[in-house]
């Protein structure tokens, strides 16, 4: 979508836009708040600015939606398609890799109480097992904090990729 498209969507439908980003109800209203955007840089910095506010409870609202590493997302929205573009490294991941970090999510959420999040997009599945392995030596505290920055590298990797700029006037809006 370009970015004047975006701009215009009645307020609804860019919240439905935006919550594929990141499932944070209040973030979502703010980033369409904040429109018109000049640039999708302008979109990028205002969205990661107020990502960098999300505490414990918008994370927790987030994971509400966000499936396993390694289990194949379900159902067939725009969230569940991102999340299968983001882990399309996990099927092509060795059995013994899919084992630990099956393993190492049950861990985790025995540990954390929740999924373990990771920017998948651009890691191999053992730099993945690595992270988790890693993470599960956290405190509480900060692995909010790690888990928080993946969210948010995760909502700005699928605003980049769902947001272009204009170019219908051949150049960047």
């Given at each position: 979508m370009e970015l004047t498209q975006f701009n215009a969507l009645p307020p609804a439908e860019a919240i439905?836009?935006?919550?594929?980003?990141?499932?944070?109800?209040?973030?979502?209203e703010a980033v369409v708040a904040a429109r018109p955007f000049g640039s999708v840089e302008d979109l990028e910095a205002a969205a990661d600015r107020?990502?960098?506010?999300?505490?414990?409870?918008?994370?927790?609202?987030?994971?509400?939606?966000?499936?396993r590493i390694g289990e194949r997302p379900r159902g067939e929205g725009a969230e569940?398609?991102?999340?299968?573009r983001e882990q399309s490294a996990m099927t092509d991941a060795a059995?013994?890799?899919a084992e630990q970090i099956a393993a190492g999510n049950a861990s985790y959420?025995?540990?954390?109480g929740r999924v373990f999040?990771?920017?998948?997009?651009?890691?191999?599945p053992e730099e993945i097992l690595a992270e988790l392995q890693r993470r599960l030596n956290n405190t509480a505290d900060a692995e909010v904090d790690e888990a928080l920055d993946q969210l948010r590298q995760i909502a700005m990797l699928r605003l980049r990729?769902?947001?272009?700029?204009?170019?219908s006037t051949g150049e960047p809006a």
């Open positions: 439905e836009v935006v919550s594929v980003w990141a499932r944070v109800p209040a973030w979502a107020l990502a960098r506010a999300w505490r414990r409870p918008e994370l927790d609202a987030a994971l509400a939606h966000h499936p569940a398609n991102a999340s299968r059995a013994s890799v959420e025995e540990r954390f999040l990771i920017r998948a997009a651009g890691r191999a990729g769902d947001i272009d700029s204009d170019t």
